[in-house]
Structures are given as C-alpha cells and as structure tokens.
C-alpha cells in the first residue's frame, strides 16, 4: 500500500514538473511576461490548455483523426480568443455585386461550374496560387485575410503571377463598407470595397496587426495597384450546403469560407483531419481559404485550408476539416462560402508584375 501511495506521489509531482517546464518554455517561446498575480492566472489556462494536448495524445493511440498541441493560445482566455474571431456571419447590407444566381448572369457561370467533374483531388499551393501563411496576430481582420488570399489565389491563375496584396488596406480604408477593421467586418463587403477601389501590394501597404487611417496616397497610386477599380468584377456565393457546387468551385480557384473555430481543441489543433461535436455549425466565427481537398491514407475525406494564425497552428499554418457531411458541413464549413471574379484583361501595376 505504502509503495503505490508513494508511486501514485511521485507520478503526480513527474506531472507537476513537466507542467511548470511547459509552461516556462512556452512563455519564453512567445516573449509572455506576467507579474506574479496575472501569472499565476495565465498559467491555470496554460494547465487546462496542457490536459487537453495530454488526452489528445493518449486519443491519438486510440485513432483519434486530428492531434492537438499547445499554440500561442494556450494562455489565452476564451473572451480573448473570442475577440480574434471577429467575422460577421451574415450578409451586410452595403452589398451590390453578389451574383444572384438565378440571374441570367449567375445561371451562367453555374452551367461553367459544371461542365467537368471536379478532381478528386485539388492542392492550390502545389499548383502555386497561395502565398505564404500570414499571422493576423491581435487584429480580428480575418475577413481581409481571406478575401485577400482568395483574390491573390484567382490573380495568379489570371496572370501567372503569385504577389500578396495588402490586407492592412482593407483593415483601414473599408469602414465606409460595412467593415470595422480590427474589430471585425465581412467578407462580401471586403470585395466590394477592392472592386470599387482597387487594391495594391503587401510590400506597398504592408500589415501592421492594428487599424490606421486610410493611406490614399498610396491606394489611389495606378502603379501600385494589382488591381484597378473594376477589375474585380464580382463574387460568386456557393449555395448554402451545396457539397458539390464547393468541390465545384475549389477546383477552379481557391475559395474564401466562414467556420467555427470556437471548440477549445480548434484552437490548439496541430494535425490530421479535424471533427468535432462542440463545433456549433449555427454560428460561424472565422474566415479561412479553402485552397484544396483530398483523401488521407484511409479513405477519409477532407477540405484542407489555410488559416492566419501564423505557421506555429496546425501544420503549418494550414488545417483539415473533415469533408462530406451533410448539412453546414463539419463546422459550418458549407455555410457561407465565396469566390472572386476578375476580368480577363487585367493591366496590373508596374509593382506588382
């Protein structure tokens, strides 16, 4: 009895220690410094933050589809992280070229949509349409992210030419669309404001994490524009749960989407092909780039895409999310997703060719 007494101690005091170790590495790693009060508050998040990755890693044993780890979230409130996740899920009013599609227009590009199967499978990055993973960091901008990606994903297939454009345009000049910079915004509005106004260079407007006034000087600059107002002629919306009609659309070009990445494990997720029954499919919180999809190993399906929390979350910057199931799709994956059009004879500026 003494010895498993003694044993069952010295597995807890084993534990206690990686703990402190983690959570000593961890804050060394992101440059945290807390005073004594505030630390003791952070580290009882880090602690559940850690349980988590523990039983993540003993479900892995047990075939888990996704494994977890700790993030530059793992000291983070859920308020905090929530403040991140400002992406409005429903359509702001300020919106005049969402293709109807049961317009002439839009029955149309559906009938393209459909001439050919989509692949059964489709990698934009190795195809070379996506630029490097971006970390929005404190700024809840990731509408502009993803509008922003998805419009470099469809400039590159137009013009051979894969360049950033700038995020931190969107963040400071859209306000007069509907969206409020750090604090959230819409992903429709963010392509009327770069249809109406165009949209220049990271390198010319580069991101800064924070909302500014509107730099004019620079936006209005014709060789500083990727794209001149006009060019983006319009965007076309998935229709709601339409599994296809998304395969359909991934396969031409990236696609920007809402999703919910609430889930506590969302957030610390490190790899394999994400599910979960806390993902509340009626209430999408985040913006991401769907940039393919595919099958693992096993035959599992899935939509793998690219986030902005930098390259330190998932693998790499990017995640999978389990496809196929009917509905919103596994975390609201089906529920709001949109494409860029651009003309054909785009005349970028001298910068950005």
Known sequence: MYLAIAFATSALLSASADLDEAYVQHKQKYRLNFNSTEDAFRKSIFAASYARMIDSQNASIMNSLYQIGLTEFATMTDKEFADLLECNDHISPKVARI????????????????????????????????????????????????????????????????????VQQIVDCSASFGNEGCKGGFQVTSYQYTRERGIVSESAYPY????????????????????????????????????????????????????????ADFKQYKGGIYKSDACDKY???????????????????????????????????????LRGKGGEGECGILKQTYYPLLKDDLDPGEQCV
Not at 312 to 318: E, P
């Open 99 to 166: 293709i109807d599609p049961n317009s002439e227009e839009g029955i149309r590009l559906k009938k393209k949509l459909r001439v050919l199967a989509p692949p059964k499978s489709v990698d934009w990055r190795a195809a070379g349409a996506v630029t490097p993973v971006r970390n929005q960091a404190g700024c809840g901008c990731c509408y502009a992210i993803a509008t922003t990606e998805a419009t470099e994903g469809i400039f590159q297939i137009k013009t051979n030419n894969l360049i950033q454009l700038s």
């Open 208 to 263: 800064v994490a924070a909302a500014g006034t509107c730099k004019t000087t620079i936006t209005r600059d014709v060789n500083k524009q990727c794209l001149a107002p006009g060019d983006l002629i319009a965007w076309w919306p998935i229709k709601e749960g339409d599994l296809e009609e998304l395969l359909q659309g991934v396969a031409q070009q990236p696609v920007s989407a809402i999703l919910n990445a609430f889930p």
């Open 283 to 321: 209430k999408s919180s985040h913006s991401v780039l769907i940039t393919g999809y595919g099958e693992d190993k096993d035959g599992t399906k899935y939509w793998e895409f690219k986030n902005s929390w930098g390259t330190d979350w998932g693998m790499q910057g990017y995640g999978r999310l």
